[in-house]
């Protein structure tokens, strides 16, 4: 089993890993972020509960800075609570976010940002230093990829059960019950996850392969759709039916051949069903698949010739 968090960094900080998070105010911003950012880096959070962007902000603040294992801190300041310290630090808009290191502001940002600027801010913060967690996922995928799908389940089941909703966990978990084809377990741990991680880039293509596996409990005899097909080229139902087939078998190549076929033949076909097929195995394959960048220029070679 995976050790993630570093007992030596969360011995050094007050409280381990609910100290990585807490609300403070004006009162004890001095103890909870001045002096806390001389040991590890400290990030502001100005927000207040009318806030809609804070509200979309904030959670991805927490789920960074709980993933990072103790090597920086958030502080989180309601500004109608204290609407002085707000004004020391003028803070004019939120969300506003101001980062602390020795004792002092080097960064910030204001307004939501999407979680890769949000990490990217960390990763500034903390002068590139990874985040245990960090290490622990790069692992369980290096597992998963290899093969060792029973060692990965267990590395990405730990990383959930200390930080609840780490998208590149879950869809590391989700690949894992999908490669035992266990589709069962893999539809259960969905409906556990929060909204958020359900949007997560990495989580959707694990839901599109979840959902083309569900597909494959109803597809038709390959060797049967295939005498169809011959008798009739143009028979596109038939052919999507056994793209479907081609990929349920493990031929995801083959698949992509038989729907790019359709969207050659009538783009139009069933409410453009071949491309919208297309671009569910895209995202099950996911971005860095040849597959899926060959795929994705033929496509596009086809649509715009």
């Known amino acids: 089993m995976p050790f993630i968090l570093d007992p030596q960094r969360q011995a050094a900080a007050p409280n381990a890993a609910d100290d990585l998070v807490k609300d403070s105010d004006t009162q004890r911003f001095v103890t909870d972020v001045i002096d806390a950012s001389r040991e590890v880096p400290v990030i502001v959070d100005f927000w207040a509960p009318w806030c809609g962007p804070c509200k979309t902000l904030g959670p991805i603040l927490e789920r960074l800075v709980r993933s990072g294992g103790g090597i920086v801190r958030l502080v989180k300041i309601n500004v109608d609570e204290n609407q002085n310290l707000a004004a020391q630090l003028r803070v004019q808009s939120i969300p506003a976010v101001y980062a602390f290191r020795d ?54 089941n730990e990383i959930l059960q200390q930080i609840p909703g780490e998208p590149r966990a879950a869809a590391g978990l989700l690949r894992c019950h999908l490669a035992k ?17 359900l949007r997560h880039a990495d989580v959707e293509g694990a839901l599109a392969a979840l959902k083309l596996a569900e597909q494959a409990g109803t597809v038709k005899d390959e060797k049967g759709l295939r005498a169809r097909l ?56 996911g ?5 899926t960048q060959q795929g994705r220029r033929r496509l596009s070679s086809i649509l715009f010739s």
Do not use: C
Not at 183 to 188: H, I
Not at 261 to 280: C, G, M, P, T, Y
């Open 230 to 285: 011959a008798s009739n080229p143009d028979d596109h139902q038939t052919r999507y039916d056994l793209a479907n087939a081609l990929f349920a078998h493990g031929n995801a190549e083959a698949a992509l051949d038989e729907l790019l076929e359709i969207v050659r033949r009538d783009r139009a076909w069933n409410d453009d069903a071949a491309r919208k097929q297309l671009i569910s195995i895209f995202e099950a394959l």
């Open 103 to 156: 004792g002092r502001a080097v960064d910030g940002f204001i307004g939501a940002q999407p979680e890769s600027n949000v990490r990217s801010f960390i990763e500034r913060l903390t002068k590139g230093a990874k985040p245990p967690v960090e290490a622990a996922l790069e692992e369980a995928w290096s597992m998963l990829e290899a093969g060792e799908v029973g060692d990965a389940a267990a590395f990405f």
């Open 287 to 291: 971005p860095r698949s040849p597959l």
């Open 181 to 197: 084809g266990d589709l069962k377990r893999a539809r259960k741990l969905v409906e556990t996850l929060p909204a958020e991680t």
